[in-house]
């Protein structure tokens, strides 16, 4: 099954600032999707991200916030932008792998917002 | 609409009980895909099974095991004798085929030696 390799692993960083996250993942998968989690909370998921096009959005998630990139199959990042004590979550990219016809995730990043 | 309920908000048990999960799920699909992750203390979300709709076999892998039953649309996890390393956040999980996931709220499970 596909590897997805994520970092940074954590960061503390001071509001009003932004965060690039990366995912690069060993293998190709047919989709990327990028999930945030609140302190003892579940996976919401925040975007689709589509090859050489614009991600696709859930609803309460906007592009200015979270912009997100995949310039090929394996490569994604996600930024939060402008941030603040209420974006401290785990952030988890995911990979639908086509081998195990499930999902992957990356190993997440724990983000403090101080 | 998908939606995927786990009653149980936190777990405890002593090391060598067996314990089980529950996981209930709501959808229109006949299609449909069932997953159970293990989220460690560290973050990770850990594969553990798949199941799709069509196949209703019950699986055992090591001391977890999983009972799929269409017709009260659940989906239990039961660990046998559990071990301190099996304390985790357990999240269930629903795919309908409209290619994303929608999660259970997870449940808790503490594994005190």
């Known amino acids: 099954s596909a590897v997805i390799s994520q970092?940074?692993?954590?960061?503390?960083?001071?509001?009003?600032?932004?965060?690039?996250?990366?995912?690069?993942?060993?293998?190709?998968?047919t989709m990327m999707f990028w999930y945030r989690q609140q302190?003892?909370?579940?996976?919401?998921?925040?975007?689709?991200?589509?090859?050489?096009?614009?991600?696709t959005y859930e609803s309460g998630f906007v592009i200015d916030k979270f912009p997100i990139s995949r310039p090929n199959l394996t490569f994604s990042t996600l930024t939060v932008s402008n941030m603040s004590p209420e974006d401290?979550?785990?952030?988890l990219c995911s990979g639908r792998d086509r081998e195990m016809n499930g999902y992957t995730f990356g190993s997440g990043t724990r983000l403090t917002v101080v | 609409a998908q939606k995927v309920t786990?009653?149980?908000?936190?777990?405890?048990v002593v090391e060598k009980e067996d314990v089980t999960l529950d996981c209930v799920y709501e959808t229109r699909d006949t299609t449909y895909y069932l997953f159970w992750y293990k989220q460690p203390p560290s973050g990770e979300l850990v594969f553990l099974i798949r199941r799709?709709?069509?196949?209703e076999q019950n699986e055992?892998?090591?001391?977890?095991?999983?009972?799929?039953?269409?017709?009260?649309?659940?989906?239990?996890?039961?660990?046998?004798?559990?071990?301190?390393?099996?304390?985790?956040v357990y999240f269930c999980a629903l795919d309908s085929g409209y290619s994303t996931l929608t999660f259970g709220k997870g449940t808790m499970l503490l594994v005190s030696p």
């Open chain 2, 60 to 88: 055992i892998s090591g001391r977890y095991s999983w009972n799929f039953q269409k017709s009260t649309s659940s989906f239990n996890f039961t660990i046998t004798a559990s071990q301190v390393v099996d304390s985790a």
């Open chain 1, 7 to 29: 970092k940074p692993s954590r960061d503390i960083c001071q509001r009003g600032t932004s965060l690039t996250i990366q995912c690069q993942v060993d293998s190709q998968v």
């Open chain 2, 6 to 12: 786990q009653a149980q908000t936190e777990i405890s």
């Open chain 2, 52 to 55: 799709n709709s069509f196949d």
């Open chain 1, 39 to 55: 302190p003892g909370q579940s996976l919401t998921l925040i975007a689709t991200a589509n090859q050489g096009s614009e991600a």
């Open chain 1, 88 to 91: 401290s979550s785990i952030y």
